[in-house]
Structures are given as structure tokens and as C-alpha cells.
């Protein structure tokens, strides 16, 4: 555990909740990026090899040849690593969107706030793209139910383990 990590636990704040919140706030700028760079690479291997990346990969494979420790394998797996943390977020909120009995309302508290492609200007205009999804929804209201959205994807992406459900668990499955 990280040093700002035992500070959070110290003022009673999980740390989950401060990863979450971080990778949230870093989502549309990931995405971009890696939209960016995967389109730099196809741009790249079309200049230089007259063919798309899936077609270069390909004739590579079926030629037998390797590509350990070339710039294309790094890149390529710097951006398989990013995508599968992007997917890693995306699936958690899918699984939080159609599980979680506010799954609906968290989801569309969590697109606006963090996942959609623009970020909008502030809390009112957040407010205003919620309020088809959320009937009489305040600032309050708003902040408690984005702080809930995010704790309960948090214990999606990192996993459950309060102690009042390791206590329940023990009085059904007593450890011997």
C-alpha cells in the first residue's frame, strides 16, 4: 500500500474509491490518446509498408517471422496494455449499468461525469443531461449519487472486502 494510500485509509476514506476516481478522471484523455496513437501507427505502416497493420501482422505470421524486441512489438504492446485497461473500466461499468439496483442511474451519472467523449462545462449542465434519466435531481443529490456510483464500481474493479461482509460471511462459513 502506497504512502497517500495509508493517508486515505487514516482520514477513513477507502482507497479504492481514490484509484477509481483517479482512472475515471484520466478515461477521456486515455481514450483519446490511444485512438491517437493507434491511428499514427496505421498511417505509419501504411507509408511504409503499402498495406494496413492487420495485413503487415499477417504476411509477418505466416511467414514464421518474430518480431521479439522490435519497436512494433513495444508499441504494440503499449497499446494492447492501454486498451485492455480501457476495456477493464468499460466492462466493470457495463456490469454496474445492468447489476447494480441503481445501475441505471450511476451509469448515466458516470458517463457524464467522466466517460463521454466531451466533457461538459460544469455541474449544471451535467445536472441538465441527467435530469431524462433522473427525476428531481439536485446538486445534493447529484454528489451523493456520483460518490456512490463510483464506490460501487470501485468494488467492481478492485473488489468487495468491507468488513461487515468478511463478518457476515464468517457467520455462515465459520473459518476452522
Given at each position: ?12 476514506e ?18 483519446y ?6 491511428h499514427?501507427?496505421?498511417i ?11 495485413d ?5 505470421y ?6 521479439n ?5 513495444e508499441?504494440a ?6 486498451n ?6 468499460e ?10 439496483k441503481y ?15 466531451q ?21 445534493r443529490?447529484f ?15 478492485w473488489g ?5 461482509t468478511l ?6 462459513f465459520?473459518?476452522?
Open positions: 500500500m502506497s504512502k497517500s494510500q495509508r493517508k486515505l485509509e487514516i482520514h477513513g477507502d482507497p479504492r474509491f481514490h484509484d477509481t476516481y483517479q482512472f475515471l478522471k484520466r478515461y477521456r484523455d486515455a481514450t490518446s490511444l485512438k491517437v496513437v493507434v499514427q501507427l496505421e505509419q505502416f501504411q507509408i511504409n509498408y503499402g498495406n494496413s497493420i492487420d503487415f501482422l499477417d504476411s509477418i505466416t511467414a514464421g517471422a518474430e518480431l524486441g522490435s519497436d512494433i512489438e508499441r504492446r503499449s497499446i494492447e496494455r492501454s485492455k485497461m480501457l476495456k477493464l473500466l466492462s466493470s461499468v457495463d456490469l454496474l449499468r445492468n447489476n447494480h445501475g441505471e442511474q450511476y451509469y448515466w451519472i458516470l458517463y457524464y461525469s467522466y466517460l463521454s467523449p466533457e461538459l462545462k460544469n455541474t449544471d449542465e451535467i445536472i441538465e443531461k441527467l435530469v431524462p434519466h433522473i427525476d428531481n435531481i439536485s446538486y443529490t454528489y451523493r449519487k456520483r460518490h456512490a456510483a463510483v464506490e460501487a464500481l470501485s468494488t467492481i474493479l468487495f472486502t468491507a468488513k461487515e463478518e457476515l460471511l464468517n457467520k455462515f465459520p473459518e476452522e
